[in-house]
């Protein structure tokens, strides 16, 4: 997000309100840098002694209680402040930091330090003194405040960068944001970017559409084509799927789109790895199903060819599910991937207008890194006169589009499949009926021309 990290001998401020975890990302800073062999002195304004901070520290896991007073330094200013001033403050972080030979300065407690000021002048030669001695060592300066300080005030101006971090309700669940509100020297990523608090500290997940406005490795134009597994539809769309194209395969609850996918990962070998990224069902309800279908998922599964990542449909965050997604993709090679419910994707979107840009970020990438892609979609209805897709703008994203329908015939429910959509390549578009043999499912023959298939209202034709 910051473009590389802080810069050397510069100067921010970390903002926000109380609970948005600035002690903690301070922290998580300075103990990381530490493993650097950067030396850390951490200056609070803490009236108490600092053990009620290690103990909250301590449930962490980058906290590291033998770096205390060796790598990283904590002294409280509290005393010092109250007595004899903000002069007297600087000269003491002036001492510290050349005893300690410290190249990464924490101040805890920037607020408070400008409450202890006379005037708005007190509060620049304070921040301007800090920041001069730091700099004459390059020593990086970090200053915590809260989010009570005005964008104008002067310590803004003065700094090389603001980070604003935010912890806000969006209906009845918490969202944490943050918010590079200024960066000299690097090219920060703008607007909000999601991030969580765990034992593992602060992660933050920048948005997939500023992250990858531009695919990280050249896209190309391929013309293989990937077969699916699912007998008899590869010749529907002229031998395969287009190589590292993206599908839609779209129908309501319970015509085979899951059975669809399984299929097309069954394929998968140590040359052409493949990965099932699903919301709905657990790995284990997924091989079961495999197996009833006939299929040997678990051959690919214990090789290491196929890997299967549940993200149950709870608290999730839009842009931690992307980078997980991305990041099982480029760690593995993965060639062959099923999307088991883009419906996953929107319902954790805080934000539902960003959607579009959040896919086309997501499938330029996937289509860069030479993955041909599946996703599934479910219709809300299982009958009805009409028949919707994702919105047009992200229908226009996707490369093929497969539909999948219960219909009904002659008191007698049959599951087709049709293919709307191939990008480039002619396709049979013709409904075909689905079955399922020894080996899952199957396309079988084409169905008898009837009026509203479509529709899963079929209606002979006179």
Known sequence: ????????????????????????????????AAER??????????AETHERLFQALGTLDFFQAGRLGVDVTYVSVFQTLREEGLSAVVKLIR???????????????????RDR??????????????QS??????????????????????????VDGVIDLHNELSGVRAVRRLQVKKSRGTAALGGYHQFEITSQGVSVFPRMEAVLAHTSVPDQALHGSVPTGTRGFDALVGGGLPEGSVSLVFGPSGSGKTSFGLNFLSLATEDEPALHFGFYETTARLRAKAATLGLNLEAPINSGALEMLWNPMTENLLDKLGHRLLDAVRSR???????????????????????????AALTNELRALNVTTI????LRDLFGPTVTAPGSEVSSLLDNLVMLRHVETGSRYRSTISVLKVRDRPFEPVIHELGFGPRGMEVRVALEPVAGAATGLAQATV
Not at 137 to 145: E, Q, S
């Open 117 to 130: 000021a006379d005037t708005q002048l007190d509060v620049k030669t304070f921040v301007a003194e800090v």
């Open 375 to 378: 996703a599934t979609w479910e």
């Open 95 to 113: 001492q510290e930091i050349s005893r300690q030979g410290a190249t990464l300065l924490v101040f805890d407690g920037l607020l408070n330090a």
């Open 37 to 46: 062999g950067v030396k850390v002195l951490y200056v609070t304004l803490l």
């Open 1 to 32: 997000m910051l473009g590389g990290g802080l810069v050397t001998s510069a100067s921010y401020i970390l903002q926000g309100h109380p609970g948005a975890g600035k002690t903690i990302f301070a922290n998580q800073i300075a103990f990381r």
């Open 333 to 359: 090679g993965v060639k062959r991937l099923l999307i088991d419910g883009l419906g996953g994707f929107e319902r954790a979107a805080v934000y539902q207008p960003r959607m579009v840009e959040f896919f």
């Open 133 to 158: 001695q730091a700099a004459f060592v390059g020593c990086t300066v970090l200053f915590l405040t809260s989010s009570r300080i005005e964008e104008e005030s002067p310590e803004h101006t003065m």
